[in-house]
């Protein structure tokens, strides 16, 4: 058995084509971003998330009140209130889809856009079949919060960063249904008074 001597083995004698690069800042790479740009987009994300969750709440104080005005039956009056709901279920089937074609920032944009547009129309329905098909509608656009925002974050933040940021943007919009109900009861007293 032929015996070699050994020394130990440096760097370019393990690998001597590895090259190392040193770290870089690329402004364009959202891992990049600075802290505070990065809580800025988490942020944004609960806002909206809460926002959505309350608009799914915030009818049902005044649900007697709205079926009265528009001659609805209580079965139609529940479905006003919870189709908004079924929308959500079945819009990221639509969403991710366009998500990976044109964005997640794009489509985020146009359906905030969309979100509006409906909940608008829902605040002059003049018929109960104008107010659920446009709750339905925005209920739709309300979904991209759900289907696109886990992957925002995850392109913001690096694994290691991620639990913190995902627990404050979960728990901000859990609090919307309780705030949306509260809210339209709020005023519903107010106004009868």
């Given at each position: 058995?032929?015996?070699?001597?050994?020394?130990?083995?440096?760097?370019t004698?393990q690998?001597?084509?590895?090259?190392?690069?040193?770290?870089?800042?690329?402004?364009?790479?959202?891992?990049?971003?600075?802290?505070?740009?990065?809580?800025?987009?988490?942020?944004?994300l609960?806002?909206?998330?809460?926002?959505?969750?309350?608009?799914?709440?915030?009818?049902?104080?005044?649900?007697?009140?709205?079926?009265?005005?528009?001659?609805?039956?209580?079965?139609e009056?529940?479905?006003?209130?919870?189709?908004y709901?079924?929308?959500?279920?079945?819009?990221p089937?639509?969403?991710?889809?366009?998500?990976?074609?044109?964005?997640?920032?794009?489509?985020?944009?146009?359906?905030?856009?969309?979100?509006?547009?409906?909940?608008?129309?829902?605040?002059f329905?003049?018929?109960?079949?104008?107010?659920?098909a446009?709750?339905?509608?925005?209920?739709?656009?309300?979904?991209?919060?759900?289907?696109?925002?886990?992957?925002?974050?995850?392109?913001?933040?690096?694994?290691?960063?991620?639990?913190?940021?995902?627990?404050?943007?979960?728990?901000?919009?859990?609090?919307?249904?309780?705030?949306?109900?509260?809210?339209?009861?709020?005023?519903a007293?107010?106004?009868?008074?």
């Amino acid at each position: 058995m032929l015996s070699f001597p050994t020394k130990p083995a440096s760097k370019t004698d393990q690998d001597p084509f590895l090259v190392s690069f040193l770290p870089s800042f690329d402004v364009d790479d959202p891992l990049d971003w600075p802290s505070g740009r990065k809580w800025a987009v988490t942020d944004v994300l609960s806002a909206t998330g809460f926002n959505r969750i309350m608009v799914s709440t915030i009818m049902a104080p005044a649900l007697s009140t709205t079926a009265h005005e528009l001659h609805m039956s209580p079965t139609e009056s529940m479905m006003a209130l919870s189709i908004y709901l079924l929308a959500t279920a079945f819009g990221p089937l639509v969403i991710g889809p366009l998500s990976e074609m044109h964005g997640r920032s794009k489509v985020l944009h146009a359906s905030n856009v969309w979100f509006l547009v409906w909940n608008v129309v829902c605040g002059f329905a003049k018929t109960k079949e104008v107010l659920i098909a446009a709750r339905f509608l925005a209920g739709f656009g309300a979904s991209s919060i759900y289907a696109l925002a886990g992957g925002v974050l995850t392109d913001v933040w690096r694994p290691e960063q991620r639990g913190r940021s995902l627990s404050i943007y979960l728990l901000i919009p859990l609090l919307g249904a309780a705030v949306g109900y509260v809210v339209m009861a709020i005023s519903a007293v107010a106004l009868t008074n």
